[in-house]
């Protein structure tokens, strides 16, 4: 157990509908990175927060976004689904970031039809 | 543009058949080269961090190595509880935190 938390773990809806995906980081962690994992992609870097503020973007498509509360929780929102949307969807954590090891979920498997 | 490659895609053994699985990158530089292994359906589970080129790691039957141009997963004597997708990320300096990541590397123990 990695420590890090996300719900729901399956996810099932169809095109053109709006999700949100949830993470609680592992205690004392403040960074949170989302990432996309697809069969033909592999693990796809999304966005990180740190602290509440967004710090690096990666290939995030416009339709999705994300947050980080006070208490360092974070929600990915995705919307107008499309069918290629369905992955499984990881989040990780670390202190702070630089080098440091990210710590994964157990992931959200989001089937989109 | 940063590149991580994995070889070979996927790889049987037999129990007790000791082997080696590589990963090749690219950087602009090296902040950290990352081991995870991954069981189907579940999120990567962290392994080894391997920081600059001559380092080595080991835990328990897997022993992970670093030069400039690329990371070798050692298995020693493997058994069928090993048997999982190993995946070799990298973060690079400067800028992004981002892990990039191969495409993974399957691996089956036969008992």
């Known amino acids: 157990d990695s420590g890090v938390t996300q719900t729901p773990k399956h996810l099932i809806t169809a095109t053109g509908q709006r999700v949100t995906l949830r993470c609680s980081p592992r205690s004392g962690d403040l960074s949170v990175y989302w990432y996309q994992q697809s069969l033909d992609q592999g693990l796809q870097f999304l966005i990180q927060?740190?602290?509440?503020?967004?710090?690096a973007k990666g290939n995030i498509l416009e339709r999705f976004s994300a947050q980080q509360f006070p208490d360092l929780h974070s929600e990915l929102n995705l919307s107008s689904l499309e069918l290629g949307d369905s992955a499984l969807y990881f989040c990780?954590?670390?202190?702070?970031?630089?080098?440091?090891?990210?710590?994964f979920g157990p992931g959200t498997r989001l089937l989109v039809l | 543009e940063d590149q991580v490659t994995q070889s070979p895609e996927a790889l049987r053994l037999q129990e007790g058949e000791s082997s080696s699985l590589n990963c090749s990158y690219t950087v602009s530089g090296l902040r950290g080269l990352f081991w995870y292994r991954q069981d189907p359906g579940k999120g990567p589970e962290f392994l080894f961090t391997?920081?600059?080129a001559g380092e080595e790691k080991e835990k328990e039957r897997l022993k992970a190595t670093l030069t400039k141009k690329e990371s070798f997963l050692h298995i020693t004597a493997p058994k069928p509880e090993d048997s999982a997708t190993y995946l070799c990320?990298?973060?690079?300096?400067?800028?992004?935190?981002?892990?990039?990541f191969g495409k993974g590397m399957k691996l089956t123990v036969n008992p």
């Open positions: 990320a990298v973060q690079a300096e400067g800028g992004s935190e981002k892990l990039v």
């Open positions: 391997l920081y600059s």
């Open positions: 990780a954590s670390s202190q702070t970031g630089f080098g440091e090891t990210q710590y």
């Open positions: 927060y740190y602290n509440g503020e967004e710090r």
